[in-house]
């Protein structure tokens, strides 16, 4: 029986049909879905506080409005993840305890300062727009509640994009010293852009098998590039450069060459040696703890209404 249910997974997966809750699936499968899609939601909870960081900041009424929407959209998104993360048998408490131990990661783009106001231009043009390239082929993951959560996900990403696009560009265009705060917060988040795509195909662990099982479409080499091809025009728009002297395009490949990427800093920001790692999972944790009140109240309140309907 074993062999049949595993023939049906795959037949089903290679037809390109969607694995619900209640189908049979690898162990395996349903393990490392767990792991992508956990890590997934701690990154839309942890990069909440970047941004949120300039909240009381902005500028204008405008902008801190658009912000506030922005940030509470990840949250949303964070949410979105941890239910579709428990349809697969896991609870929430489960992954915070562990994004909390650090048996989780969480990407490692959250782990870098934001200096000024422009990084929260930047984030959204550069991070969201990663965010975005990497998620939109999981609109067509093989498992039915990952894909559908992320075609919300993505329109709003999409959102994120512009409204950073826009302030970088009013920026861009301001006064010399705000055009030199926009060209700045770019310079420092180009390469910790490039590698929230993961480590180069050959150093990519789970890729082979997750490409087999179509949880991801497209290699994490594939999409970095897809994203350096976007940018490039979009930074010529912006009035702006990127820092990277090696980039420029090549006629045979149709593609830009880019320069390489500081892999040791990459594997430093995940073992915990980021500018801000200490800082955000300090900063989650207490969160975390001072919002106990919320959950017991929420509980209490939810035993009181069953024994209500039970009575
Ligand atoms: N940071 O074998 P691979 C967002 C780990 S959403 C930290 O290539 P895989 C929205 C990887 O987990 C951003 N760790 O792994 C937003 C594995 O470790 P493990 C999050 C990384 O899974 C915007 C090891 O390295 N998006 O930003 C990173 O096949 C603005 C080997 O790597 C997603 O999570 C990294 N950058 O490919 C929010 C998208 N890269 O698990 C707020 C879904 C790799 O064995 C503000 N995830 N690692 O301990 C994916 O597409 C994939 O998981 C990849 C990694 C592509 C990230």
């Given at each position: 029986l074993g062999a049949q249910l595993a023939a049906a997974f795959d037949a089903a997966v290679a037809a390109d049909e969607r694995v619900e809750p209640r189908d049979w699936m690898p162990d395996e499968y349903r393990a490392s879905l767990v792991r992508q899609m956990a890590q997934h939601a701690h990154s839309e909870i942890i990069g909440m506080q970047p941004e949120a960081n300039w909240i009381t900041r902005a500028p204008s009424l405008r902008r801190k409005a658009i912000l506030m929407a922005k940030v509470q959209d990840e949250a949303g998104h964070g949410l979105y993840l941890y239910s579709a993360a428990e349809t697969l048998g896991t609870s929430r408490d489960e992954l915070l305890d562990k994004l909390h131990s650090g048996k989780q990661k969480y990407s490692s783009?959250?782990?870098?300062?934001?200096?000024?106001?422009?990084d929260v231009g930047a984030i959204g043009w550069l991070v969201d727009g990663a965010a975005i390239t990497n998620q939109v082929p999981i609109c067509r993951c093989s498992y039915g509640p990952y894909a559908r959560a992320m075609v919300r996900i993505c329109k709003e990403e999409s959102f994120h994009q512009r409204q950073g696009y826009e302030l970088l560009l009013a920026l861009s265009r301001g006064t010399e010293a705000q055009h030199a705060m926009a060209q700045d917060a770019v310079d420092r988040w180009w390469w910790p852009s490039l590698m929230m795509f993961g480590p180069p195909d050959d150093e990519s662990a789970h890729s082979a098998q997750s490409m087999a099982w179509r949880?991801?479409?497209?290699s994490n080499d594939e999409l970095r590039q897809r994203f350096v091809d976007i940018a490039v025009p979009q930074a010529e728009s912006l009035g702006l450069t990127l820092p990277d002297p090696d980039l420029k395009w090549n006629e045979e490949r149709g593609h830009h060459d880019f320069g390489a990427i500081d892999w040791a800093e990459f594997w430093d920001v995940l073992k915990g040696n980021g500018p801000c790692n200490e800082q955000r999972i300090g900063q989650r944790r207490k969160a975390h703890e001072e919002g106990a009140w919320v959950r017991d109240a929420a509980a209490a309140y939810a035993r009181k209404q069953t024994a209500q309907q039970a009575a």
């Open positions: 783009i959250f782990n870098y300062p934001t200096l000024t106001w422009a949880i991801k479409r497209h």
